[in-house]
């Protein structure tokens, strides 16, 4: 019992952080394992074994370990989860490439060659021999056509302005995306670091209920317990070992999810770092918070390009009705053989040409078109701008609700930090009063599932500070990912 109560404390005071009462919480650095340096056991530790499914298998180019900074970057490059969103984006942009070229001129090219054979009578012919005598002409031209946009009322402005407000709101939802992917990634990352504390919590416990079974053993033989001391303790036992095998088939399938959510086989060994200590300490207000998520939210900022660009397209819409001024240069040479002499001809020499032309063309009537055309621009605008609306409703809310599960978190991480406290005099007191034969062996092991549950509790809530910091991270749209 002794060794137990002094590993218990052991393992106490490693998860403690520098005092109950401190309220700048540098979150400690938690270890995955912290039960003594023996071989784990197996999954799962009780009943048929399954060494398969724990199984993790090296892939070449994988590094087994990787850090949280490391396991994002990772997902970035290969994750299918990013393609799609990546290849909506490229035509997005591609877009507004395209539009961009509507300011140059129009080139283009012709050639021609032509080849013709006919029956002619030749002139003084009045016999049948040389009435079908065959006549073969060659004819070979080139010619180039230049074209420039002289007055349109603004429309091609219009557009390439549309398109490049369309392409800001992609590359903003490419980033939420990106972001979101960064969350999910920290949060996988943090379940298998928790996980797996937990299991070797559970291991621990394990391994120590069994060491105070076996005294109570001990001491039926000696005469100094009673039988049902024996049951109490074994029915801890039981619940722990239960516990164990919960936490081991929670450790593999967050294992699992962590290296799918990355883009590899569920079974790669891609293991996450031990955490550092935690450096994020002040927490702004709220008013000051929804101001840089304002500031920097992707997918708000990519709602405020969404509405300039459909402006721009109901622009656009309304400019159909505005006539059209273009200018036309053509330049031409040809010949032709057999050469004809002038003045019919220029005797089989290239003779070039020049045309300068400009056109104008007035819409006056197009069934409608234009008037649906516009109609629906002005729809589209009206939807983007509720969207916004709802949007910064959303931001809102989400800004409001992180901070007070951030706030949430840290202060039930303070109240864990005493209630584990508290369970590890409490479990003292009930050694030593157990001992004296002042408490009963029910006592004994209620104060021990007390001490397992304020130590699972703790390692819930050292985590859960972790995710409540990325997600009010992520809320306020900071992030170090760039395109």
Known sequence: MRARVAALLALASFLLPLGAGAQNIPVPTPEPTVAPKTTPLPYPAYGPQAPDVQLLIPRKGVPPHVSLEQSIAIAVAISPTFVSERAVYSAIRAKYGAEKQALFPSISASGLWEKSTSITTPSGCYTAACARTPYTTTDESASYTVSQLIFDGGAVITAIKEAKESDIAGRYTLLYEL?????????????????????????????????????????????????????????????????????????????????????????????????????????????????????????????????????????????????????????????????????????????????????????????????????????????????????????????????????????????????????????????????????????????????????????????GVRVAEQNYLYQLGVSDIRL
């Open 179 to 463: 972001d979101t992917l960064a969350y999910n990634v920290a949060q996988a990352y943090y379940a298998v670091l928790e996980d797996k504390a937990l299991v070797d919590a559970d291991e621990q416990l394990v391994r120590e209920f069994e060491v105070e079974e076996n005294a109570v053993r001990a001491e039926i033989r000696n005469g100094t317990s009673a039988l049902s001391a024996l049951a109490q303790q074994e029915y801890e036992t039981a619940e722990a070992r239960g516990a164990l095998v919960t936490a081991q088939g929670n450790a593999i399938a967050a294992q699992a999810s962590f290296a799918t959510m990355l883009g590899f086989e569920a079974d790669t060994q891609i293991v996450p770092e031990p955490l550092g200590p935690d450096t994020y300490t002040a927490t702004p207000t709220y008013a000051k918070s929804l101001k840089q998520a304002l500031l920097l939210r992707p997918d708000y900022l990519s709602a405020m390009h969404t509405v300039m660009a459909d402006q721009d397209a109901l622009r656009y819409a309304e400019l159909a009705r505005v006539p059209t001024v273009t200018g036309s240069w053509t330049g031409e040479t040809s010949r032709s053989f057999p050469p004809i002499a002038p003045p019919f001809g220029s005797n089989g020499y290239w003779t070039p040409s020049h045309t300068l032309s400009a056109s104008i063309s007035l819409p006056i009537y197009d069934q409608g078109e234009t008037w649906y055309n516009i109609e629906t621009a002005k729809y589209s605008l009206e939807e983007a701008q509720a969207s916004l609306s709802e949007t910064k409703l959303t931001v809102e809310s989400d800004v409001r609700s992180a901070l007070a599960q951030l706030f949430s978190a840290r202060a039930s991480f303070i109240e864990d930090q005493k209630g584990l406290s508290a369970a590890q005099v409490a479990m003292q007191a009930a050694q030593a009063s157990y001992k004296v034969g002042v408490d009963t062996i029910l006592d004994l092991v209620t104060a021990e599932g007390n001490l397992a549950t304020a130590q699972s509790t703790y390692i819930t809530a050292l985590y």
